[in-house]
């Protein structure tokens, strides 16, 4: 079965909060990585880490791979609508295998 | 700029008939995947492709084949449609296994009566 936990399951926020949003396994993985899905979309990569430790940023959005290898985190600072989705989280635990997705954390953000 | 392509949209089927979903990438990757999507599930990899030629199981295998038809071309077959398949069903890309920025496809959302 899925070997992410992703939380929390969903958030209502108003605009311009911060938000933040977390993923966490049972093993160990080499690779995180962040999507974000828009409505009647597929998913869209956001960020990726590769080093237990790594902090990355994309504009509004910061991400860290933890250091023991079995969680990381995704910020969204100053929300603003078009937020608004579903956000994965993904990793994998080796470099020859496909990634594993979390259930998402689903983003609604109130005017 | 096409990326990867999934036909058709929209599909209903009855229960034990069959039928092939189309995916095709215009960035010569390597790799192909399809993956399902259900409700408060997230994103289950069905089969992958690593390269032209090979195919492997993913996570939920049962009830699916794949064709790597070329390296362009990923196909998905539901041989005897079930209720329990019903599902968005994406296909993804990337250059490599290695490779994680995937390119996915905008989705076949598949009702089975």
């Known amino acids: 079965g899925q070997q992410l936990n992703q939380s929390p399951q969903s958030m209502f926020i108003q605009e311009g909060e911060d938000v933040s949003m977390n993923c966490t396994s049972s093993?160990?993985?080499?690779?995180w990585l962040w999507y974000k899905q828009d409505p009647g979309e597929g998913p869209v990569l956001l960020i990726a880490l590769y080093k237990a430790g790594e902090l990355t940023s994309n504009g509004r959005l910061t991400a860290q791979f933890g250091i023991t290898r079995k969680d990381s985190f995704l910020n969204i600072s100053a929300s603003i609508p078009s937020d608004v989705g579903i956000y994965f989280c993904a990793g994998s635990r080796s470099g020859n295998t496909p990634l594993v997705f979390g259930k998402g954390t689903r983003l609604s953000v109130i005017a | 700029n096409a990326g990867v392509t999934q036909t058709p949209k929209f599909q209903v089927l009855k229960t034990g008939q069959s039928m092939t979903l189309q995916c095709a990438q215009d960035?010569?990757?390597?790799?192909m995947y399809w993956y399902r999507q259900d409700p408060g599930m997230g994103l289950r990899l069905i089969y992958y492709s690593a390269s032209e030629g090979t195919t492997d199981k993913g996570e939920v295998p049962n009830g699916y084949n794949v064709s790597r038809l070329n390296k362009r071309e990923f196909s998905l077959r539901l041989e005897s449609a079930a209720p329990s398949q019903t599902s968005v069903y994406f296909c993804?890309?990337?250059?490599?296994?290695?490779?994680?920025?995937?390119?996915f496809g905008s989705g076949t959302r598949l009702t089975v009566v």
């Open positions: 960035m010569n990757h390597n790799s």
């Open positions: 093993s160990i993985f080499n690779t």
């Open positions: 993804a890309s990337s250059e490599t296994v290695k490779n994680y920025g995937y390119t």
